[in-house]
Every structure is written in structure tokens, then in C-alpha cells.
């Protein structure tokens, strides 16, 4: 039995044979296009694409390297360059209400040519505008007015001075306002005259003059009306002047954008904006500071100014934006702020676009971890593809109870296809967390990690590596490269029948294999640059494994690998760090004693053990029950440890080398330690699949090759994995030449048979076992422990 269960060196390793391959070298071959092995994933992504209705987006799932973002990237962009191209956005002045600017769509590239007309309008205002004001017409009319203004005036003074030269008065007038003083021969009097006059006739001047200042104030009482009237009337000739000066500035333009209807509303509010404060224009000189060309500029430029938000002009198609760096303000745009003499300023022109602005239209494609690292953004998200428009908001000032006073811009129409790239974690997270996901993200284009391995899927990778090489400046690749690249594949997906789908670690393989080419000054890419360049990553990354099997040689981790003992068997371990994972072998410990506490997990009781490993564990008690005592109580107290093991446990890959070590200790049937063993079982004994078996393998070969291969040493594998073999090339020649072994079993008994060296026996009619086998063995061990315990117990 012994012998069929040990595997051949073909059966370790599924070669690529290079005569298969109907190529000298990669340059004779076609450039791959499409995406390898993605058929599900294509078909997926144009539904996702073709799909038209809100909520359709797309959750772009896999694991890393596998092609999944160039994927997305390129399938859009193929489909958006046939789309319609979508319009433009600006942002303008709200003439009524600045708080809240206005939102304006255009046609694509008719956004920036608005934008122009309005300069050029700027341009023409503030040239005609002041010319206008300064004609000679307008300064007629408006000396006109102040001459109205100046002769009812002049009409009240001299009323009243010629009824003061009646009484010897005159009138003077001095900075705006108009006095009385006596009159003697033609001489104003000073005080020394006046007051050598009797006191008759001081009287009847200061009464006369009295009277004189009444009748001043009763002439000059609707002096502020007739004001106000020529206030009013320069006012209305300042504005029919600006209005004649701007109406054929404006003309033409209205009649260009009169198909846009927010257009065309807007530059009759512009216009009236502009009579209403021709002043700012003119320069109506200003107290505390001059007016200048560069201050009206200015002010023009700041209030009717075109702030462009989106411009699509240059846009083949529909956009296709991605985000590196989703934070809200790249997401939704932001309002910016200015520093004036130490207070923030903002306006409309300081409106800036995000992502969703320049996707929109498209298709944004954004990595969801990423997003779901910036606080607010996924619920904004969603609260943006739900109402099918863009806020720009500050949600900071929701949680922090500040408030400042700022813009609040008019909600832009939103129609976006988002598509998230992600792990499968992440979705299936988002799935349970957030009941909204499912109805947002109704598309799943999921990644296939492996691709059958068929000669039809070898001739297209190695196009795809013709390609690649390609893209990166490389050299062509020989057959017998293309071949050892065909055989890594297999391995990276721990199966012989199947391909890796990771295509950035191809590229990395195939970058680090032209660097080898290069120095050793060929012109292909052959099997041995391939080769050597896996070597060198091995060397770079394996410290810790280095480390590990160090510390196995010099005997600070006991570890045997010839000899019997019992109640000791070699397990094997697969340590991941970071993207390197290795093998090395761990012993497992067994001791058995009367008692009825079961099968101890150490590892557990301590909570090292994880609860796929603690689960292992208690399976062997349901495979004792069921195996040996079917017709007495299984009364054992056991203890089951891997030894100087001083972190996490977790699996149950070791459960089929513990329950061989259990029944070791309890029949006292030594097991070989030139053997190390990996699997899984249930609780009828059968050998399950377990994963990094190839590390596994490898892992206690290096041990054993280090102390030296005798020809006894071997690993024992579930028959489940068998297709997961891909070796390396020194294990298998060292099978092939008997110094190194692998079995396969299906079940615990054929394990037995190769750690003992005995047959395990097999069940008579009467549910008994064999004579002088193990499990005749274990069932009399068993019995005696139960009877033991009940003799104890009575």
C-alpha cells in the first residue's frame, strides 16, 4: 500500500513542453489584445456600461496585479470615445443674490467662447462707457440740469438781497452759505461802526435783517426738492447714457445665445446690472481710495466675469476621469478663499470643479478603499447618486458647530456612471454594512484569479508576453522562456491545470528577466534570465525564512528529521509575511492518560489557537468515537501541542499529522520522523485539501537537504492536492534519483501505514479489526483506558 501511494516525479511537476509551442521567439507573434481569462468580467463590465438606468454602476472586484484597474480603464475608454460628448459648466455672478452664483450649461466648446464674449464685452464697457460720459453731449445735459438747479437758487438770493438793498442790507455769500450785514455809503459797516449807531437804528437793522433771514429760509424751503429733482434727473441721464453706450454692445451677443434661455436671461440681467452701477465704472471719484483703470477692471471682471468650471472642448467622447485621491474637495469641488488685510474673501470665480464635475456625463472610477479612508465622502457620495446632482459644501462645519459665511452654489445635474475598484472584502463588506450598496452598485464585474491551462490559453499568454514585453521596451522571449513563465503561472496558481491571472507580477517577472539579460549581454530573454530572476527575488525575500531554518540546524527549535519516536510527529507550517510565504516543519506533541477530559487543544486553552485549528482538534474526538469505540465509552484525557510555537495558530492542516501523533502515544507504536505530514480530516478519517502545499514540501526538503538526504525522508501530502504540485526542480530530481519522497493519502489509515511502518488493518464483518495491526491496536489501548476508568470509578 505503501508503494502506491508514493507519487512520481512527473506527478510533482507539470512540465511545459517548448516543442509545443509553435514559435522560435515571441517577435513572430501576434500582439495579444483583450484582457486574459476575463471572459466573465468582460461580459459583466458591458452590461455595466450599456446599462442606462440609475443605480447600474459598477464594483470592479479582485484581488490586486490581476489587471483589474487597466481593465476597467481600457474598457471605458473604448466605449466613452463613441458616446456624445457632454456639455460644459460655468458659474456666474447671481446679480440678485451673490451668496448663491449661478450654474450655466453650454454645449461642449461653447462654454470658453462665452467666456470670451463676455471679456470682450468687459472690454468694450470699459472703453465706451467712460467715452460715452465724457462726450459733449452728455456734459451738456447734465451742465443743463446743474444750471436749472443753480437758477432757482440764484432766483431765491436775489429776492431777497433786492428787498435788503431797501433797507440798506447787503447780502454776502461765503462757502456755500449767505449772510446779512448794514450797508453805510456803499461800505460794509465793521462792529466799531455799527455800534456808534443809536440804538434806534441797530434795532431797526438787526429787526430788518431778522425779517431778511425769514425770508430767505421761506425762499430757499424747497431747496432740497429741487435738489433731490436734479439728483434724480442726472441719475436718469447717467443711466440713459450707459444704456445707449451698452445696448449695441449687448445686442449681438443676445442674439447668439438666444437658444440658451439661462443665457440670454442672464445678459439682460448684466445689462441692467451695468446702467444700474455705471458709476463703478465711470470713476466717480471715492473717498478713501482713487478709482484707477486697474481697480474698474477689476470690479468688472469680479462681478460679471465667467468663471469656468468644466470646459469638455478638447474631450473625445464622453469623459473617462479617474481619482486617485477621492477627498471631498477633489470629489466635489471646493470654494477657496483669498486674504485681505487679514480677513478671507471669497466670490464665484473662486469656485473649483472636482472629480465628479469632470466625469460628468462619463464614467469616474475611483478605488474603494481609498474612498472609504476620507471622512464624509461615501455618504456624499451616495447622496449625490441618489438626488442625480452636485452640492458643493463644506461638511466640515456640520460636525464642528462652526459656521462661516460663504458661497452656496447652485446644484449642478448629475449623470455619472461610477465604477469602484476593489477587493472582494471590501464588497461583500459594503454588502452587509450598507443596505443602500446593492441598489448603487448593482453591477459585479468579478476577476478570475486562475485560467484553465489548455494549449489554446498557453499560445495566447504567450502572445500576452509578447505584448507586455512590448509595452516595457523588452526584449522578445525564447520558447523555452515562454515555457518556464508558463510553468511559474501554474505554480503562483497552486495548480497544474491552471494559469495565474495576476498579470503584474508577469510584468515584474518578465522586467527583472531583461535586467539579467542585460547584463549577461544576450539578445533574447531565455529560461535561464527567467530563472535566475526567481532566484534573485527567493534570495531577496527569504531573511526570515533563512532565520527560521537556522535556528532548526543549530537545535534552538527541535525539529528530527530520522529516527522513531513516540507521541512525536513533524507537522508542517506555512508562515506568510507580507506577499512571501514559506514552508518550515513544526513538531507536534501527543500524550495520552486515563480520564474522561478528552482531547486537550493546548494551543486553544491558551488562546493561541485560532477556531479553524481549535476545530481540527475537536474532529479527532468524533473520528475516535466513530473509528474505535462504537461498542465501549471513549474515556481518555489527552494533550495535543504544537510545540515552541509562540504565536497565532490558525488552520487545521496539522489535524491529520495530530491524530496520527494521538494514536501514537496511546499505542505506543513509534512513528518515523524521517517523515513530515500535512492534511486536514473528518471525522471518517478522510484526507482533506490543504493550501501551501508547495511551500510545505519545500520547507522540509531544505531541512532535510541541510543535514543531508538519506533516501528515508519524505512528506506526506492529501491525494486532493496532488494537482496543486508544482515543485521545484530540485525536489523532483532528488525524488527522481530516491533520495526524497512525497505521498499522497486519502485517509488516515494509509498514513499510518507510512509514519509506523505497519499495515493498519482493516474491519472484519464482525466490526473488528485485524490481529496485530494498528487499529487492532488502538481499539485495545482504547479499551483498557475505558475499563481503567470505570474500575477507578467504582
Not at 517548448?18 to 481569462?37: I, Q
Not at 433786492?162 to 453805510?184: N, Q, W
Not at 449687448?250 to 458709476?279: H, R, W
Not at 475537536?618 to 473509528?627: A, D, E, N, P, V
Request: hydrophobic share 40%; charged share 25%.
Amino acid at each position: 500500500m505503501v508503494t502506491e501511494t508514493r507519487l512520481s516525479p512527473e506527478q510533482l511537476y507539470c512540465s511545459c513542453d517548448p516543442e509545443l509551442l509553435p514559435f522560435k521567439t515571441t517577435s513572430t507573434l501576434e500582439p495579444f489584445s483583450g484582457f486574459f481569462g476575463q471572459d466573465r468580467a468582460i461580459e459583466a463590465m458591458d452590461f455595466g456600461i450599456g446599462m442606462r438606468r440609475p443605480g447600474y454602476n459598477l464594483f470592479v472586484m479582485g484581488n490586486p496585479h490581476t489587471g483589474r484597474f487597466s481593465f476597467a480603464m481600457e474598457n471605458l475608454r473604448a466605449v466613452a470615445k463613441k458616446e456624445k460628448k457632454p456639455g460644459d459648466w460655468i458659474y456666474l455672478n447671481n446679480l440678485s443674490d451673490n451668496r448663491h452664483p449661478l450654474s450655466i450649461q453650454f454645449p461642449a466648446g461653447k462654454a470658453l467662447q462665452f467666456k470670451r464674449d463676455i471679456k470682450h464685452i468687459i472690454e468694450r464697457v470699459l472703453a465706451e462707457m467712460p467715452a460715452a460720459f465724457e462726450s459733449p453731449s452728455y456734459q451738456r445735459k447734465k451742465s443743463k440740469i446743474e444750471r436749472e438747479l443753480n437758477r432757482y437758487y440764484d432766483q431765491a438770493i436775489e429776492t431777497v438781497e433786492k428787498e435788503a438793498r431797501e433797507h440798506s442790507i447787503a447780502v454776502y455769500r461765503d462757502a456755500g452759505s449767505v449772510g446779512f450785514t448794514p450797508v453805510a455809503e456803499g461800505q460794509a459797516m465793521d462792529e466799531a461802526v455799527f455800534s456808534q449807531l443809536s440804538e434806534e437804528v441797530r434795532d431797526a437793522f438787526t429787526r430788518a435783517i431778522a425779517n431778511l433771514e425769514d425770508q430767505l429760509n421761506d425762499a430757499l424751503t424747497e431747496l432740497p426738492q429741487w435738489r433731490r429733482e436734479a439728483t434724480e434727473k442726472l441719475k436718469n441721464l447717467d443711466r440713459d447714457t450707459a444704456r445707449q453706450s451698452v445696448s449695441p454692445i449687448f445686442q449681438p451677443i443676445k442674439d447668439k445665445y438666444a437658444n440658451i434661455s439661462a443665457v440670454a436671461d442672464y445678459l439682460t440681467e448684466m445689462e441692467t446690472s451695468l446702467v444700474k452701477n455705471c458709476g463703478e465704472i465711470v470713476g466717480e471719484e471715492k473717498l478713501l481710495e482713487p478709482v484707477t483703470d486697474a481697480s474698474r477692471r477689476q470690479y468688472m471682471e469680479g462681478s460679471y466675469g465667467v468663471n469656468l468650471l468644466v470646459d469638455n472642448d478638447k474631450v473625445k467622447g464622453a469623459p473617462v476621469t479617474y481619482e486617485a485621491h477621492p477627498s471631498y474637495e477633489n470629489l466635489f469641488g471646493r470654494v477657496e478663499y483669498t486674504s485681505e488685510m487679514g480677513a478671507l474673501s471669497t466670490s464665484y470665480k473662486l469656485i473649483r470643479p472636482g472629480a465628479l464635475h469632470r466625469a460628468n456625463g462619463g464614467y469616474l472610477v475611483m478605488e474603494a478603499e481609498k474612498l472609504l479612508e476620507q471622512p464624509f465622502v461615501y455618504g456624499a457620495l451616495k447622496r449625490a447618486l441618489k438626488s442625480h446632482e452636485i452640492r458643493i459644501e463644506s461638511p466640515a462645519s456640520e460636525y464642528t458647530g462652526i459656521s462661516t459665511i460663504t458661497l452656496t452654489p447652485e446644484a449642478i445635474p448629475l449623470n455619472v456612471k461610477v465604477v469602484l475598484i476593489g477587493s472582494r472584502n471590501i464588497y461583500y463588506l459594503l454588502q452587509e454594512l450598507d443596505h443602500d450598496f446593492e441598489k448603487m452598485f448593482r453591477v459585479v464585474v468579478d476577476f478570475d484569479e486562475d485560467v484553465d491551462r489548455t494549449p489554446q490559453t498557453i499560445r495566447s499568454y504567450a502572445r500576452l508576453m509578447k505584448t507586455l514585453a512590448d509595452e516595457e521596451g523588452l526584449a522578445p522571449l525564447t520558447r523555452r522562456a515562454v515555457a518556464r513563465l508558463v510553468e511559474h503561472s501554474s505554480r503562483q496558481a497552486e495548480n497544474q491545470e491552471q494559469l495565474s491571472a495576476h498579470i503584474g507580477e508577469l510584468v515584474d517577472l518578465l522586467c527583472e528577466a531583461d535586467f539579467k539579460r542585460i547584463k549577461e549581454e544576450d539578445e533574447l530573454i531565455n529560461a535561464d534570465h527567467v530563472e535566475m530572476a526567481l532566484n534573485a527575488k527567493e534570495r531577496r525575500t527569504s531573511r526570515m525564512s533563512e532565520k527560521i531554518a537556522e535556528s532548526i540546524l543549530n537545535e534552538t527549535v527541535l525539529i528530527d528529521t530520522d529516527g522513531d519516536a513516540v507521541g512525536k510527529a513533524n507537522g508542517l507550517t506555512v508562515l506568510q509575511v507580507g506577499d512571501v510565504a514559506f514552508g518550515t516543519p513544526a513538531r507536534i506533541t501527543a500524550t495520552v492518560h486515563p480520564g474522561n477530559r478528552g482531547i486537550v487543544d493546548i494551543e486553544r486553552e491558551v488562546t493561541l489557537g485560532q477556531p479553524i485549528h481549535s476545530k481540527g482538534v475537536m474532529i479527532l474526538s468524533g473520528f475516535l468515537g466513530h473509528q474505535y469505540a462504537q461498542d465501549f465509552p471513549l474515556a481518555i484525557s489527552a494533550s495535543i501541542a504544537l510545540e515552541q510555537s509562540y504565536g497565532f495558530v490558525d488552520g487545521d492542516s496539522a489535524s491529520l499529522a495530530e491524530v496520527c501523533t494521538l494514536l501514537s502515544a496511546l499505542t505506543h507504536i513509534p512513528i518515523s520522523q524521517n517523515f513530515a505530514t500535512t492534511g486536514s480530516i473528518n471525522q471518517y478519517g478522510e484526507v482533506q485539501a490543504i493550501g501551501g502545499v508547495n511551500e510545505k514540501i519545500e520547507g522540509f526538503f531544505n531541512l532535510c537537504k541541510a543535514r543531508g538526504l538519506n533516501g528515508q525522508q519524505g512528506v506526506i501530502v492529501p491525494k486532493a492536492n496532488v494537482r496543486n504540485l508544482m515543485l521545484k526542480a530540485e525536489v523532483v530530481e532528488a525524488v527522481k534519483q530516491g533520495k526524497f519522497s512525497v505521498f499522497a493519502v486519502a485517509h488516515v489509515d494509509e498514513c499510518l501505514e507510512i509514519l509506523m511502518g505497519r499495515k493498519a488493518g482493516r474491519r472484519k464483518e464482525d466490526g473488528t479489526f485485524t490481529q496485530r495491526s494498528i487499529n487492532a491496536q488502538v481499539v485495545k489501548r482504547l479499551r483498557e483506558v475505558s475499563q481503567a476508568k470505570a474500575e477507578n470509578s467504582a
